[in-house]
């Protein structure tokens, strides 16, 4: 079942602060995320593995609650180039090691 | 590395015609999948192969859709016949090992229209 995403879609000004949840409905045990730009192909942000880790990027980071099987991805002081979709891809505790995306959620950055 | 290929990019086909889309995997990385993009679906997962091996196939819409991966360089995905609901962006992506240990790398993907 895909992981659903919050907000579908958010429009920012500049410098602007966002934060983009992620919610699974199974245990997981890893939680990707990615960022796709309109045309191109998702390219890979950040991954968490631990349950309450929190990863930084720059601007961007994300954290994972393992028992609410939930991650969110925060950036902050939004830049221009952020502007595009969204995914969290999550690995559940099954063993399978399928990667599943969520729903998505859209950003657009204003100047 | 050249990273992952694709082909063809772009492929127009008319309703009943079998379509082939390719794909050459990162050299070392041992696993591999295949998604299907639409704006109502969003990134479906469609099949994913370990060591060449299919592990998971349940995201295959239907008997007519079938994927293979004959060796560590080169898997297919085949629709036959293909129909007008087919037409979706078709991502290959791969990584190295399993288990949330690598970031997924994808192709630009090949853009399907079916008439």
């Known amino acids: 079942q895909q992981p659903v995403q919050s907000p579908q879609a958010v429009i920012l000004r500049e410098g602007e602060d966002a934060v983009i949840n992620c919610s699974s409905s199974?245990?997981?045990?890893?939680v990707h995320w990615y960022r796709q730009k309109h045309g191109e192909a998702p390219v890979f942000l950040m991954i968490l593995l631990k349950g309450g880790e929190q990863k930084g990027h720059e601007k961007i980071s994300a954290s994972f609650n393992e028992k609410k099987q939930q991650s969110s991805l925060y950036l902050t002081a939004s830049q221009l180039s952020y502007s595009g979709t969204y995914f969290c891809?999550?690995?559940?505790?099954?063993?399978?090691?399928?990667?599943?995306f969520g729903t998505g959620t859209r950003l657009k950055v204003l100047a | 590395d050249a990273g992952v290929i694709q082909s063809p990019r772009h492929e127009v086909t008319e309703m009943g015609q079998e379509v082939t889309l390719r794909c050459k995997p990162i050299?070392?990385?041992?696993?591999l999948f295949w998604y299907r993009q639409t704006m109502m679906r969003g990134l479906e997962l469609l099949i994913y192969f370990n060591n060449n091996v299919p592990i998971d196939d349940s995201g295959m819409p239907e008997d007519r859709f079938s994927a293979k991966m004959p060796n560590a360089s080169f898997s297919t995905l085949k629709i036959q016949p293909s129909e007008p609901r087919d037409s979706a962006v078709y991502f290959c992506?791969?990584?190295?090992?399993?288990?949330?240990?690598?970031?997924?790398?994808f192709g630009e993907g090949s853009r399907l229209t079916v008439l």
């Open positions: 992506a791969t990584t190295y090992g399993t288990s949330g240990s690598g970031e997924l790398f």
């Open positions: 199974k245990a997981l045990y890893s």
């Open positions: 050299s070392g990385h041992n696993s």
């Open positions: 891809g999550t690995e559940d505790t099954s063993g399978t090691y399928k990667y599943i």
